[in-house]
């Protein structure tokens, strides 16, 4: 059996999803503070807990044959952290070494790492592969920079198997259209886009147009989520079959994308005209974020299959099918 902490979550979602199609055994675990119950199927054991409740997470182990983690459930918003750091380092650092103590208490030794490209900080170098140096410079990516040590450090002290996944911006959506992303606050750039080309937004913030780029606006390198997912689902058979053990990878198309750029490819997708304003700079925003991605088409055997045209289809697909995002439901979310 697999446990997906943050398996309600948007990302998380997507990989019950994935791995139920692929006859693997899953419990979610969830908080539901940024997941959904909609996006849970019935037949899949779900669990509300809290891992800074390091009982909660204990109970879960006790009850069931774990074979491996997949840890997704972590606060994830680079300016949220700026402002509430003590927020991110609670939950972000407290609740993984919660999850580890419960993980090495029951002998369960494998563990997939949700991480992020934000441990690399401003990166020297336009193309960054995993040997690029970890100077995260916001809570966040200090919070992830962290969590890959402490998982080091338990694994050279009680031999936890694991794997780091680096994500790159995600967006899109699952192609039938059930699950798709739906935060609130939503901060993410795509998502944004097309709430405001739908008519739920009165416009469509950037914030920065001085940055040393073609545009002035940030690049970024964007990632399908069914890419993410799938690339979790192979480091996940490798590591069950003892192939590949304590190593990082990005996972990116090694392509970047300007967020003007982005913003022009919505409009042509949508066939609407977008009204944008302009803000300073928020803190912890690197210029140009694109992945070197050769180690994982070398190691894990994965490369990303779809486009940013792919990307916002899918989600334009989903909004337009949820305009109110996922209903909620009797816990609140």
């Known amino acids: 059996m697999i446990l997906v902490t943050g398996g309600a979550g948007y990302i998380g979602s997507h990989m019950v999803k994935l791995l139920l199609e ?3 055994e899953v419990i979610i675990f969830d908080n539901l503070s940024m997941g959904h119950r909609a996006s849970v199927p019935e037949h899949v054991p779900f669990i509300k807990g809290d891992l800074n409740n390091h009982d909660q997470i204990t109970q879960v182990f006790k009850k069931y044959a ?11 918003y680079v300016g949220e952290s700026v402002n509430h750091p003590q927020k991110y380092y609670h939950n972000n650092i407290i609740g993984l070494i ?11 030794k494998n563990l997939i790492f949700s991480s992020s490209c934000a441990v690399y900080g401003r990166p020297p170098k336009r193309l960054i592969d995993e040997k690029t140096v970890r100077e995260p410079i916001s809570p966040y990516g200090r919070t992830k920079f962290f969590s890959e040590k402490i998982i080091e450090d338990y694994s050279m002290a009680y031999g936890l ?5 680096r994500y790159f911006n995600v967006a ?3 192609g039938d ?3 798709g992303e739906d935060h609130k606050p939503e901060t993410h750039l795509i998502p944004n886009i097309l709430r405001h080309l739908q008519g739920k ?4 913030t950037i914030f920065g147009n001085d940055y040393p780029t073609t545009d002035g606006t940030c690049i970024r390198d964007y990632i399908h989520v069914t890419d993410l997912v799938e690339g979790h689902l192979y480091a996940l058979s490798n590591l069950l079959h003892k192939k590949l053990n304590r190593e990082a990878y990005n996972l990116g198309t090694g392509r970047g994308y300007s967020i003007l750029e982005v913003v022009q490819k919505c409009e042509l997708i949508t066939r609407k005209k977008a009204l944008i304003q302009y803000k300073e700079r928020r803190p912890g925003d690197p210029p140009h974020l694109v992945a070197n991605t050769r180690k994982a088409l070398k190691e894990l055997k994965w490369k990303a299959r779809f486009e940013m045209d792919d990307m916002i289809h899918s989600a334009w697909h989903w909004f337009l099918k949820h305009p109110d995002g996922y209903p909620i439901d009797k816990d609140g979310r």
């Open 66 to 76: 774990i074979k491996a983690v997949m840890h997704f459930a972590a606060n994830c």
């Open 201 to 204: 937004q009165k416009e469509i």
């Open 22 to 24: 692929h006859n693997y």
């Open 161 to 165: 198997n694991y794997i780091l996944l």
């Open 98 to 108: 919660h999850l580890l103590d419960a993980m090495r208490e029951a002998n369960v």
């Open 172 to 174: 899109g959506a699952d």
């Open 177 to 179: 259209g059930k699950i």
